[in-house]
């Protein structure tokens, strides 16, 4: 019964299965990060962009799968997201909408219908949010869900391979892991190719040109503790990094942490065992 969500914080709607979460979404009534709802269920990011760039993302996404594990894609002008799930409308789903203009984030929204065209196509990026909840099941606490927050974020100066427009370095999410567990970590997350996979990097942030952790580029810092380690993966924000760089018209994407909620198990897509 989705009257019987009477409140709207996190806390409340995490006990709810999809429907209502995407519902409560689609009223405007919420609009923060998704880590932690609908578990079980495969999360994405977006990217919404005119169908004369389509091609040319599309081959960004496939030369670059670990930042951009492209996991759906709409008919063009067809605002319904029909392989991920049902009723799921991509002008109204997402919490909270990025719009990009000449290459600049131009503002925010809560739902994009006035934007959406016969010439858009919308594409779901697979997102770390999968790996998070297999994690959660093997006992690693994921600390920003625990304090409700959005896992931090940053550009680095590791470069993308580009295709047509679309180019720049790759962003990454970083999670503090106990230094016990660094193995085991790996060893689950390269199991999730269409989640961003295995870590690229764990140590010494500099390595990959971030200077400072406490100041992310998205999201909320996270403290690394003295028996942990700061360990990175590539992240679904890179695609912005990369519309941005490309200074096309209009772009729509989600805001960072704030993702698509899909229908479809964690599982369901082929993974990749070591």
């Known amino acids: 019964d989705r009257s019987s969500v009477a409140s ?6 995490a006990k709810h299965p999809t ?3 995407r519902a409560t ?27 004369a760039y389509a091609l040319d993302f599309a081959r960004y996404c496939q030369r670059n799968a670990q930042s951009c594990p492209n996991v759906g894609m709409t008919d063009t ?3 319904m997201f029909r392989t991920l799930g049902r009723d799921l409308d991509i002008r109204s789903d997402v919490p ?12 925010q929204a809560d739902n994009i219908r006035d934007l959406w065209t016969d010439r858009s196509v ?5 997102c770390s949010f999968t790996f998070e909840h297999a994690l959660q099941k093997a006992g690693i606490r994921m600390r920003h869900i625990d304090e409700d927050r959005t896992v931090p974020m940053y550009r680095t100066s590791i ?17 503090p892991i106990p230094k016990a567990e660094l193995e085991r970590v790996d060893e689950i997350c390269r199991t ?44 679904g924000v890179t695609p912005q990094n990369a519309l941005m760089a490309a200074n096309l018209p209009l772009v729509i994407t989600h805001t960072p942490g704030c993702m698509i909620v899909t229908d479809v198990a964690e599982d369901a897509f082929p993974t990749v065992v070591r």
């Not at 919420?30 to 962009?49: C, E, F, P, R, S």
């Not at 203009?101 to 131009?106: D, T, V």
């Not at 580009?162 to 999410?173: E, K, L, Q, Y």
């Open 192 to 235: 999730y190719p269409q989640a961003h996979g295995a870590p690229v990097h764990f140590g010494d942030p500099a390595d990959i040109g971030i200077a400072d952790l406490v100041q992310p580029d998205w999201g909320s810092p996270s403290p690394v503790g003295p028996e942990e380690v700061a360990v990175f993966w590539a992240c």
């Open 96 to 107: 909270s909408y990025n719009i990009y203009r000449n290459g600049k984030l131009a503002g």
């Open 159 to 175: 470069e993308t391979v580009p295709a047509g427009p679309f180019r720049g370095g790759m962003v990454v999410s970083m999670r």
């Open 122 to 126: 919308a594409f779901a990026i697979g």
């Open 19 to 21: 429907d209502v979460v």
């Open 77 to 79: 002008g067809d605002p």
């Open 25 to 51: 979404i689609r009223s405007g009534r919420y609009g923060q990060h998704t880590a932690g709802l609908a578990a079980g269920k495969l999360q994405a990011n977006l990217v919404i962009l005119d169908e």
């Open 8 to 13: 709207f914080r996190f806390a409340d709607l």
